[in-house]
């Protein structure tokens, strides 16, 4: 989960790394009062979690506390790269004599943390280390040992940062370790010309398989781009919406992702990805069926499942159940096999709806529920029977 | 002889006494494996009758080693007691310890990869369904009875898909099938595997499964072209995942022009890896390849 700038400054703070004095809202009027309390003049900059938002008209800079407000109305309820602003923040501006990059990441390959560090702060870090890559130092950190001083400081040399940010290089290590992180950037890190050090910008992701650890985090701190996504999330089922027309359930991410291929590879888009886990229960297979049916755009609806530990039978239990709780108006194409895979076939030919057939490979039910959403988006509703 | 895994094994199950312990302890023992005990500090002394099975309760990985000469672990322990429980393993100087838990935290598999990897204990996983040496044994989760045994080796980041290509080519069968896992960072990579069905006598083409998400692939591609001299055909899943979103497995997730499907399957091809468009292509390139390998003479 990524974190908005203005909580990734919260934790910065707490773990006393030098930022700027901010404060968050939603009100322009706010925003005005806001300014007045720091001083008068402000940076106003837009929360969103993307990139680029100087680019896109989200980072304003005003002289007074009515400039404030006018910057904050120009910035709220704007649309960046798909994300709506619903808050902004207002920051002290600084008087900046050097700008420094400072990241630990993770390094899959190696399968530990690595800092990556620059006095080229201020920009796209792969910009920088596409045109010079040796400005951009990168440091790998042994998990027993760490970022200490004495590690921090060969972090530091090795990118040619001041002296000062060792200090910082050990909190922001803290900071990752401390709230299960898997990223932490600060860019810039900046020398004002008072000499001090401070981070002006900030990106945290935090792990969601250490959430059960880090309860601070509740799933409202997450933004769901779409309603359905939060349903979903409330049942606790893996779903991410997509933009295209055959919806698409399966057992198994590896499966689900496949499938999604394969659907676009017949020349339809498909409309979401929906994973029901491993051994998934009847009700669970009800739940996703339910979330999908409930999308608007969705046409068709392919169920792709190889039972290995899930049950084929269960899944068609699910199936049914869903049929009896929900008036299926969009054709249904199921492909069971592996586990109680005969079974599972026999539970959906005796209940026989109309809408819903079976396949017996994968390639062939994705070829179906692409002609099936193709016809329909043809005819614009499908003759429900 | 298969990879990693064989009739030899001796098998402990750390986490056995809970309801998925118990579960696939049970379908191990009858895909053949020897479990010879299971573990749990709270019911050491004790014993679990799988059918006409008993199976005894350590205290300790070090005690199930030392009583039964166990050389491989499968954990099953909760998330929150993962990294524990690999440390303890590792600790006890265990061969493999195959990591079947989902939603470990990053930080807890970077700390007993690494730590594992100074004791010289191999992990496969973490979130992975182990691996199987169809008819000899079956550590992890992965059905038994949906493949046999043969000369094809594969190893897949994911689960699912490992079971539909073992379906798909039942006829053939497999030398050793080897879940390694969709999070970020896993103990055993592509790379492990191909220099060891390289290695292995029994097996005589390579199936690479792959996902969005990190550059392993590309990594085992290089690999491929330095070191492999037997046949391999790739599938890569997750060509229609958009940027930035997380797909199901922690790891795969496309980050800017990083990590995409394309470049995966790119990649392979450029080493002289066939790679499906569908399981069931993949499928159809491996029996066209199989019958190729078999039908140049021998040397």
């Given at each position: 989960?990524?974190?908005y700038?203005?909580?990734?400054?919260?934790?910065?703070?707490?773990?006393?790394?030098?930022?700027?004095?901010a404060?968050?809202?939603?009100?322009?009027?706010?925003?005005?009062?806001?300014?007045?309390?720091?001083?008068?003049?402000?940076?106003?900059?837009?929360?969103?979690?993307t990139?680029?938002?100087?680019?896109?008209?989200?980072?304003?800079?005003?002289?007074?506390?009515?400039?404030?407000?006018?910057?904050?109305?120009?910035?709220?309820?704007r649309?960046?790269?798909?994300?709506?602003?619903?808050?902004?923040?207002l920051?002290?501006?600084?008087?900046?004599?050097?700008?420094?990059?400072?990241?630990?990441?993770?390094?899959?390959?190696?399968?530990?943390?690595?800092?990556?560090?620059?006095?080229?702060?201020?920009?796209?870090?792969?910009?920088?280390?596409?045109?010079?890559?040796?400005?951009?130092?990168?440091?790998?950190?042994?998990?027993?040992?760490?970022?200490?001083s004495?590690?921090?400081?060969?972090?530091?040399?090795a990118?040619?940062?001041?002296?000062?940010?060792?200090?910082?290089?050990?909190?922001l290590?803290?900071?990752?370790?401390?709230?299960?992180?898997?990223?932490?950037?600060?860019?810039?890190?900046?020398?004002?010309?008072?000499?001090?050090?401070?981070?002006?910008?900030?990106?945290?992701?935090?792990?969601?398989?250490?959430?059960?650890?880090?309860?601070?985090?509740?799933?409202?701190?997450?933004?769901?781009?779409?309603?359905?996504?939060?349903?979903?999330?409330?049942?606790?089922?893996?779903?991410?919406?997509?933009?295209?027309?055959?919806g698409?359930?399966?057992?198994?991410?590896?499966?689900?992702?496949?499938?999604?291929?394969?659907?676009?590879?017949?020349?339809?888009?498909?409309?979401?990805?929906?994973?029901?886990?491993?051994?998934?229960?009847?009700?669970?297979?009800?739940?996703?069926?339910?979330?999908?049916?409930?999308?608007?755009?969705?046409?068709?609806?392919?169920?792709?499942?190889?039972?290995?530990?899930t049950?084929?039978?269960?899944?068609?239990?699910?199936?049914?159940?869903?049929?009896?709780?929900?008036?299926?108006?969009?054709?249904?194409?199921?492909?069971?096999?592996?586990?109680?895979?005969?079974?599972?076939?026999?539970?959906?030919?005796?209940?026989?709806?109309?809408?819903?057939?079976?396949?017996?490979t994968?390639?062939?039910?994705?070829?179906?529920?692409?002609?099936?959403?193709?016809?329909?988006r043809?005819?614009?509703?499908?003759p429900?029977? | 002889?298969?990879?990693?895994?064989?009739?030899e094994?001796?098998v402990?199950?750390?986490?056995?006494?809970?309801?998925?312990?118990?579960?696939?302890?049970?379908?191990?023992?009858?895909?053949?494996t020897?479990?010879?005990?299971?573990?749990?500090?709270?019911?050491?002394?004790?014993?679990?009758?799988?059918?006409?099975?008993?199976?005894?309760?350590?205290?300790?990985?070090?005690?199930?080693?030392?009583?039964?000469?166990?050389?491989?672990?499968?954990?099953?322990?909760?998330?929150?007691?993962?990294?524990?429980?690999?440390?303890?393993?590792?600790?006890?100087?265990?061969?493999?310890?195959?990591?079947?838990?989902?939603?470990?935290?990053?930080?807890?598999?970077?700390?007993?990869?690494?730590?594992?990897?100074?004791?010289?204990?191999?992990?496969?996983?973490?979130?992975?369904?182990?691996?199987?040496?169809?008819?000899?044994?079956?550590?992890?989760?992965?059905?038994?009875?949906?493949?046999?045994?043969g000369?094809v080796?594969?190893?897949?980041?994911?689960?699912?898909?490992?079971?539909?290509?073992?379906?798909?080519?039942?006829d053939?069968?497999?030398?050793?099938?080897?879940?390694?896992?969709?999070?970020?960072?896993?103990?055993?990579?592509?790379?492990?595997?191909?220099?060891?069905?390289?290695?292995?006598?029994?097996?005589?083409?390579?199936?690479?499964?792959?996902?969005?998400?990190?550059?392993?692939e590309?990594?085992?591609?290089?690999?491929?072209?330095?070191?492999?001299?037997?046949?391999?055909?790739?599938?890569?899943?997750?060509?229609?995942?958009?940027?930035?979103?997380?797909?199901?497995?922690?790891?795969?997730?496309?980050?800017?022009?990083?990590?995409?499907?394309?470049?995966?399957?790119?990649?392979?091809?450029?080493?002289?890896?066939?790679?499906?468009?569908?399981?069931?292509?993949?499928?159809?390139?491996?029996?066209?390849?199989?019958?190729?390998?078999r039908?140049?003479?021998?040397?």
């Amino acid at each position: 989960m990524d974190l908005y700038e203005h909580q990734a400054r919260a934790l910065f703070e707490e773990h006393g790394i030098p930022v700027p004095r901010a404060e968050v809202t939603d009100s322009p009027q706010e925003a005005r009062a806001i300014a007045r309390r720091l001083g008068g003049s402000v940076v106003v900059k837009a929360q969103v979690k993307t990139g680029g938002r100087g680019k896109a008209g989200g980072v304003r800079l005003a002289a007074d506390p009515a400039g404030a407000e006018r910057a904050a109305r120009l910035i709220l309820g704007r649309d960046i790269k798909g994300h709506r602003v619903g808050k902004v923040m207002l920051a002290q501006p600084v008087d900046i004599e050097t700008e420094f990059y400072v990241a630990y990441v993770l390094d899959r390959a190696a399968g530990r943390f690595l800092a990556i560090a620059s006095a080229e702060g201020g920009m796209e870090i792969e910009e920088v280390a596409a045109a010079r890559p040796e400005a951009v130092a990168r440091t790998p950190i042994d998990p027993a040992e760490g970022v200490t001083s004495a590690k921090a400081g060969e972090i530091a040399e090795a990118a040619g940062l001041a002296p000062q940010t060792v200090d910082v290089l050990v909190r922001l290590w803290e900071v990752l370790v401390r709230q299960d992180a898997v990223l932490v950037e600060v860019n810039p890190l900046v020398r004002t010309r008072q000499g001090h050090i401070l981070a002006l910008d900030g990106k945290v992701t935090l792990d969601d398989n250490a959430r059960f650890r880090q309860a601070r985090w509740s799933t409202d701190s997450v933004a769901y781009d779409d309603p359905l996504e939060a349903v979903a999330a409330a049942k606790g089922l893996n779903y991410v919406k997509l933009d295209g027309e055959v919806g698409v359930i399966g057992n198994g991410a590896g499966l689900v992702m496949s499938t999604l291929d394969v659907v676009a590879g017949c020349g339809a888009r498909p409309a979401n990805f929906l994973d029901i886990g491993g051994g998934a229960s009847a009700q669970v297979m009800a739940d996703g069926l339910g979330v999908i049916l409930s999308d608007p755009a969705v046409k068709s609806v392919f169920v792709n499942v190889f039972g290995g530990i899930t049950a084929c039978d269960a899944v068609a239990d699910g199936i049914v159940r869903a049929l009896d709780e929900v008036r299926l108006t969009k054709p249904l194409v199921v492909r069971l096999d592996g586990n109680n895979a005969a079974r599972g076939r026999a539970v959906l030919d005796a209940r026989a709806h109309p809408l819903v057939q079976q396949a017996t490979t994968m390639d062939g039910a994705a070829r179906r529920a692409a002609e099936l959403a193709d016809a329909s988006r043809r005819s614009g509703t499908w003759p429900s029977s | 002889m298969a990879i990693f895994l064989t009739k030899e094994s001796r098998v402990l199950v750390q986490g056995m006494t809970g309801g998925e312990g118990m579960k696939h302890t049970r379908r191990m023992l009858a895909a053949g494996t020897h479990v010879v005990g299971g573990v749990n500090p709270r019911k050491a002394g004790q014993s679990v009758d799988f059918d006409d099975r008993v199976v005894p309760v350590f205290g300790s990985v070090a005690d199930g080693m030392r009583a039964t000469g166990a050389d491989v672990t499968v954990v099953f322990v909760p998330p929150a007691f993962a990294k524990a429980a690999v440390v303890e393993a590792a600790d006890a100087g265990i061969g493999l310890a195959v990591v079947i838990t989902e939603g470990i935290p990053v930080h807890d598999c970077v700390a007993f990869t690494s730590y594992a990897k100074k004791k010289g204990t191999r992990i496969v996983g973490p979130n992975c369904p182990g691996l199987i040496t169809p008819g000899q044994s079956n550590a992890g989760i992965i059905p038994a009875d949906i493949t046999r045994s043969g000369r094809v080796g594969l190893v897949s980041k994911s689960g699912t898909l490992t079971y539909q290509l073992m379906y798909e080519l039942r006829d053939i069968g497999f030398s050793t099938c080897v879940g390694i896992g969709g999070d970020p960072v896993v103990g055993t990579t592509h790379i492990d595997c191909l220099a060891a069905f390289q290695d292995d006598p029994d097996t005589e083409l390579i199936v690479l499964i792959g996902e969005i998400g990190g550059d392993a692939e590309e990594r085992a591609a290089a690999y491929i072209r330095e070191h492999v001299t037997k046949p391999v055909v790739g599938y890569i899943a997750g060509f229609t995942a958009p940027e930035g979103r997380t797909m199901g497995h922690a790891g795969a997730i496309v980050s800017g022009s990083a990590g995409t499907a394309q470049a995966k399957k790119a990649a392979l091809e450029a080493v002289g890896v066939k790679v499906g468009n569908t399981p069931t292509e993949t499928a159809r390139l491996v029996l066209a390849l199989l019958d190729t390998v078999r039908e140049a003479p021998q040397a």
